[in-house]
């Protein structure tokens, strides 16, 4: 069974930065997941949750949502299984619940997603 558990998450005020954590548990090594980080924002269901960033295996390859380019940076330790968000020069709109994925192929859905990190922007 696969577990993912993100923590960081709180309430900021506009302009600050804030790290978010996912740590992966499971029967491969951390090194055979592409893992992302997903956001849920107020009012929105949770199928709406919109890709913030995501990362390969090897973390060459990241991909950012264009809101967010310049700002936040994805990056893993597979010796620490464990994937980052660093989010940096944050914004009221970026408030929402956070929510870290992974999945064992490069294409597909995302099959293993955490409970979610809430983090709030005040203006």
């Known amino acids: 069974q696969v577990q993912v558990e993100e923590s960081g998450g709180g309430l900021v005020q506009a302009g600050d930065s804030v790290m978010l954590s996912c740590v992966v548990s499971g029967r491969r090594t951390f090194d055979k997941y592409a893992m992302g980080w997903f956001r849920q924002v107020p009012g929105k269901e949770r199928e709406e949750r919109e890709c913030?960033?995501?990362?390969?295996?090897?973390?060459?390859?990241?991909y950012y949502v264009d809101s967010v380019k310049g700002r936040f940076t994805i990056s893993r330790d597979n010796a620490k299984n464990t994937v980052y968000l660093q989010m940096n020069s944050l914004k009221p709109e970026d408030t929402a619940l956070y929510y870290c994925?992974?999945?064992?192929?490069?294409?597909?859905?995302?099959?293993?997603w955490g409970q979610g990190t809430q983090v709030t922007v005040s203006s």
């Open positions: 994925a992974a999945k064992l192929s490069l294409v597909g859905s995302y099959r293993y």
């Open positions: 913030v960033a995501t990362i390969n295996y090897s973390g060459d390859t990241t």
